[in-house]
T-cell receptor
């Protein structure tokens, strides 16, 4: 149990285009999901906290207009990188915390974004 | 605010060696503590957790004990294998303060096990 999926697992796009990444909790409901960014050989950097049915809470320094987050249901959150540029190339990881009964977060397998 | 400090890597060990990765934390509340593992090119997997003082989390031969008196949660394994090569992250969650509280991560420790 407690499986989180991400789609796509990798994506290559041209500069200026937008890319949407989906994060799904497959066998549990998640009121709260988190989006992280990870640079090579570094730890995870929290980008935003996504709450079902409300606006995401962004960390300081993260542009909310560039990284659009939508948490439309208890099992799906999406991150859209708008007008992507090469510096947005990174490994994006989501996590989800079950709505009931645990403080454990479960992580997706990550999405590698390469912007040319 | 809350923070996690873990030993800098990389750590290189021979197969069957004993592993310790140190982790200490500071927290205003009474956090739960976690170890996550990240294999190359993958997301994070929960390795083990502990939710209160003196709890011992264990999984796949790894163990860590929640030590409130020393604010530590060191990861240990008696005999490492090549397949244990990965990056290990110590983390805490002060969930009881707020359900929206994210995990606080250490910087990660890269382990390489050689045959």
């Amino acid at each position: 149990g407690a499986v989180v999926s991400q789609h796509p697992s990798w994506v290559i796009c041209k500069s200026g285009t937008s890319v949407k990444i989906e994060c799904r909790s497959l066998d549990f409901q998640a009121t709260t999901m988190f989006w992280y960014r990870q640079f090579p050989k570094q730890s995870l950097m929290l980008m935003a906290t996504s709450n079902e049915g409300s606006k995401a809470t962004y960390e300081q320094g993260v542009e909310k207009d560039k990284f659009l987050i939508n948490h439309a249901s208890l099992t799906l959150s999406t991150l859209t990188v708008t007008s992507a540029h090469p510096e947005d190339s990174s490994f994006y990881i989501c996590s989800a915390r079950p709505s009931v009964g645990t403080d454990t977060q479960y992580f997706g397998p990550g999405t590698r974004l390469t912007v040319l | 605010g809350d923070s996690v400090t873990q030993m800098e890597g990389p750590v290189t060990l021979s197969e069957e060696a004993f592993l310790t990765i140190n982790c200490t934390y500071t927290a205003t509340g009474y956090p739960s503590l976690f170890w996550y593992v990240q294999y190359p090119g993958e997301g994070l997997q929960l390795l083990l957790k502990a939710t209160k003082a003196d709890d011992k989390g264990s999984n796949k031969g790894f163990e860590a004990t929640y030590r409130k008196e020393t604010t530590s949660f060191h990861l240990e394994k008696g005999s490492v294998q090549v397949s244990d090569s990965a990056v290990y992250f110590c983390a805490l969650s002060d969930y009881r303060n707020s359900g929206n509280t994210p995990l606080v991560f250490g910087k990660g420790t890269r382990l390489s096990v050689i045959a």
